[in-house]
């Protein structure tokens, strides 16, 4: 069993930075870690993966070459770091872990879920 926390997110003015944090209770060491971002009225929309090596990434267009996904396997961690914010990016962010091992972009990959932490960018 995974039990993923994410720290607090914030307000941030656009064009500042953030760093999301989560927490993982249980061996997610052979686990992709990503994170989603679901904002009011919309989808939840997929923002970045990382494999269980960390070895390899993947970034949804809007956010890439802004928003870094890191981890640390053995504080049990994953990292969102996020740069040059834009109002757009303004959403509940989740963190997930999925058994597959590999980057992926459905949230169907993943099988354990955070309570999301609420991200606000003002213009």
């Known amino acids: 069993q995974v039990q993923l926390v994410e720290s607090r997110g914030g307000l941030v003015q656009a064009g500042g930075s953030l760093r999301l944090s989560c927490a993982a209770s249980g061996r997610i060491f052979s686990y992709a870690m990503g994170w989603f971002r679901q904002a009011p009225g919309k989808e939840r929309e997929f923002v970045a993966s990382i494999s269980w090596s960390g070895g390899s990434t993947y970034y949804a267009d809007s956010v890439k070459g802004r928003f870094t996904i890191s981890r640390d396997n053995a504080r049990r961690m994953v990292y969102l770091q996020m740069n040059s914010l834009k109002p757009e990016d303004a959403a509940v962010y989740y963190c997930?872990?999925?058994?597959?091992?590999?980057?992926?972009?459905?949230?169907?990959?993943?099988?354990?879920w955070g309570q999301g932490t609420q991200v606000t960018v003002s213009s």
């Open positions: 997930a872990a999925g058994r597959g091992g590999v980057v992926a972009q459905s949230q169907y990959e993943y099988d354990y």
